[in-house]
């Protein structure tokens, strides 16, 4: 079994018990219903009845001992019963387009035996609604507690969901417990302990005295099953009970003997409650199980308003007795006799018609299509059973005295087996039907089916446009979660840029104008001055008079612009702060505070002679800053402009140091350097007191550009010969390329090697 309708069940009140059928007799005879195990089988009851055995049979009870558990509400054995026989799904409807409480009407009207289950597409909880015989019962299991509900309470909350709900036919076998007896000694002990039972007993035993066309052994073998399977019209009654008491082999009884034996069951019970002989008691045996129209009709007949449940019951209480009080009513003699072949499948077709779905859809409403053959024969049916009607209402047969329901009109006109053996004997039969009206019926029949099966392949195609639809909505719905998503991701982010953009406000100076980087370094122009001519210089340091820390202390790099730098932001910052950081600002302080010092220490006075020299002339710095040199084309000498990222000038202008600059992540490539030993060598051509070209990078030189300055100084990087890293002119003439790199704030010379 299940195993959370297990866990469900062993919540309810239990105890134990022994002795197999005898100890749970002692149990349910109060009109028990619940579950019950061995600890390996289930059965479950209403009323005391058996209604389903899941994992075992019944006869493992016989001599078992195990635990009861009483259910809060006789709707849950109902439901699980059904649930573990596993019913056969009939039809999904939708809320909105089929509302619960019109199916819950039909499926009454119907005397539908299964349950609905409205649990897709719903979040707040399981709904169900069990039926048997038309009468309803709800239960629910609401939140994710499973909260149980049940009733009315249950069915309203059902009935208020949206979702889709789907629709279970099942077949119930309603049975009594066995006492451990024979099935003699069960009838007998029934018959003396319930007047009731003892009355339709005696009722089917005259009917089987009636002569037959069936053989005797035949009806005496049937005798005990009064309804067969137990449908929505079996009536399920006391007689009908004690009768199945008597055989465990009931399930395996043909359909011929139960129509026979429901029939004059029936009949001997409406004959003994009219007569008198039940004793007048309208109400039921104790442990009669209320399940099934019949049984329904019974009470109404009986005029026992007392024994109704808290059930809902169906709208057509007496649908299965107008068939019953036209077969008691009959002049005819010969309307108790058996009926034949015909008559039996007859009966079971209204049998199976009660147990089918009632269409909620009108169009689906004519059922299956029959052959011409059996439409023929159900007019005739229809014709002759018309007749008997309408006699049994002349006569006042009904016992309420009302007019029947639709569902009893359409039972009562149904084929019974009075109606049969009449036609049969010729003694109130019409005969077979007018052709010409048979082929009308017919035509509209086919019409009608047409015009359905048009109808069905309408829904289906609005079925499958729905489910695009929705396949649609779902895309589009997941499409906008993940908009929704980037939306607040870009909300995120939004927020974030404004708070940064807040900060670098709270931290901008309070300037007036703004210039770009580029703007301010072509502007600008720095200076080499001293606090005190007294104090260190350069040219103290140039003769290693003074040390490194005096010159810092005396030496200022000052710097005069083309703008006014009052209330200037360069970059977000004040000017002043800007320019100290630039590549160009560091380079000189390099340069004159730190180079003399590094060449003099590692003793390259005199490699570096030309380059060590100028030191001392530095006067300012140009930062983009061009120089003019002197070219002769044709015989004719030629002025040009060239720039660099930096000029070092002395107070009289002469360029001493050019420098390209690289304050990117790339490296230095190799045409910089073929660029800058082309311009230096211009440059010493037209320029005595030129005595070096810096390559400054803050990443670091590519081979090629390595290669380059190798081959431009003439004899490699590391030559012996008495000025290094020099590119020669002419005897006397000439310079020094340098390669520079920046490494966290400080330079570094790498070529030549110091």
Not at 95 to 106: G, I, N, S, V, W
Not at 344 to 371: H, M, N, T, Y
Not at 617 to 628: K, Y
Request: charged share 35%; with cysteine.
């Amino acid at each position: 079994m299940d195993a959370q309708r297990r866990e469900a069940i062993t919540e309810w009140d239990d105890r134990s018990f022994s002795d197999g059928f005898a100890g749970l007799r002692r149990i349910v005879d109060d009109g028990f219903s619940g579950a019950a195990t061995d600890g390996t089988g289930w059965i479950f009851l209403v009323d005391g009845r058996v209604i389903g055995v899941v994992d075992a049979t019944l006869d493992a009870f016989a001599d078992a001992a195990g635990t009861v558990y009483r259910a809060p509400d006789e709707a849950l054995p109902v439901l699980f019963a059904m649930q573990e026989l596993g019913g056969e799904p009939r039809a999904k409807y939708y809320t909105k387009d089929t509302p619960l409480r019109e199916a819950d009407q039909k499926l009454s009207q119907g005397g539908f035996t299964g349950y609905i289950e409205l649990s897709e597409n719903v979040l707040s909880g399981d709904y169900y609604v069990a039926y048997t015989g038309g009468e309803s019962m709800a239960a629910a299991y609401v939140g994710n507690a499973r909260r149980l509900e049940t009733g009315d309470d249950a069915f309203d909350l059902a009935a208020d969901e949206v979702g889709i709900y789907t629709v279970y036919e099942v077949d119930l076998d309603v049975r009594p417990l066995p006492d451990g007896d024979d099935a003699k000694d069960a009838d007998d002990a029934s018959a003396a302990t319930d007047p009731t039972e003892t009355a339709g007993s005696d009722g089917a035993s005259d009917a089987d005295e009636e002569p037959t066309d069936e053989p005797s052994d035949t009806e005496s073998d049937a005798e005990p099953e009064t309804a067969g399977d137990d449908g929505p019209a079996s009536a399920v009654g006391p007689a009908a009970s004690a009768a199945r008491d008597g055989d465990s082999t009931a399930a395996s009884r043909s359909d011929e003997s139960a129509g026979v034996d429901a029939e004059a069951a029936a009949d001997d019970r409406d004959k003994a409650v009219s007569s008198g002989e039940a004793g007048g008691s309208g109400g039921s045996a104790p442990d009669e199980v209320r399940i099934g129209d019949a049984e329904t009709a019974e009470r109404d007949a009986d005029g026992s308003p007392g024994a109704d449940r808290a059930r809902r019951s169906p709208s057509d209480p007496e649908g299965a007795t107008a068939s019953e009080s036209d077969a008691r009513d009959s002049p005819d003699p010969d309307a108790a006799d058996a009926p034949d072949s015909e008559n039996v499948f007859s009966e079971e077709a209204e049998w199976r018609e009660q147990k089918s779905i009632p269409a909620l859809d009108p169009s689906e409403a004519g059922g299956e299509p029959q052959r011409p053959d059996e439409r023929r024969a159900a007019a005739s049916q229809r014709s002759r059973s018309g007749e008997d009607r309408g006699r049994a209402e002349r006569s006042g047969s009904n016992a309420n005295g009302g007019s029947p329901s639709p569902r009893s009109t359409e039972t009562a006109s149904g084929p019974s087996a009075v109606s049969k053996r009449e036609g049969r004997d010729g003694r109130g039969g019409q005969g077979d039907a007018d052709p010409e009206r048979l082929r009308k019926l017919e035509a509209a029949l086919e019409e009608t089916e047409t015009e359905r099966q048009s109808l069905a392949d309408e829904r289906d195609r609005l079925a499958a446009e729905r489910e695009e639809v929705e396949s649609e909505r779902d895309e589009l719905a997941d499409e906008v979660d993940r908009l929704e998503s980037e939306v607040d991701e870009l909300k995120e982010e939004r927020d974030r840029l404004r708070s940064e953009l807040s900060n670098a406000k709270e931290r901008l100076p309070d300037a007036e104008r703004t210039l770009t980087p580029a703007e301010a370094r072509n502007g600008t122009n720095l200076f080499i001055r001293y606090d005190s001519k007294e104090g260190a210089t350069l040219a103290d340091a140039h003769e290693g008079s003074v040390d490194r820390e005096a010159l810092r202390e005396n030496l200022r790099v000052e710097h005069h612009t083309s703008f006014e730098t009052e209330g200037l932001a360069v970059d977000g910052r004040p000017f002043a702060e800007f320019l100290e950081d630039t590549i160009e600002y560091g380079f000189t302080r390099w340069l004159v505070e730190d180079l003399p010092f590094e060449v003099r220490g590692t003793g390259n006075e005199g490699t570096l002679r030309d380059l060590y020299d100028a030191l001392p002339e530095i006067d300012r710095a140009e930062i983009g800053g061009t120089v003019s040199i002197e070219l002769r084309e044709g015989g004719e000498e030629v002025r040009e402009q060239r720039s660099f990222d930096l000029v070092l000038r002395d107070r009289m202008g002469h360029p001493l140091f050019v420098a390209d600059l690289n304050d990117s992540r790339d490296p230095t490539p190799e045409g910089t350097l073929e660029s800058l030993v082309e311009n230096g060598r211009d440059i010493a051509g037209s320029n005595e007191t030129f005595a070096g070209a810096f390559a400054v990078t803050e990443s670091f030189f590519e081979p090629g550009a390595l290669e380059t300055a190798s081959d431009a100084v003439g004899g490699g990087l590391f030559s012996r010969s008495k000025r290094a890293s020099f590119v020669k002119l002419s005897r006397k003439q000439g310079y020094h390329l340098c390669l520079v790199e920046a490494r966290d704030g400080g330079f570094h010379m790498t070529v030549p090697d110091l």
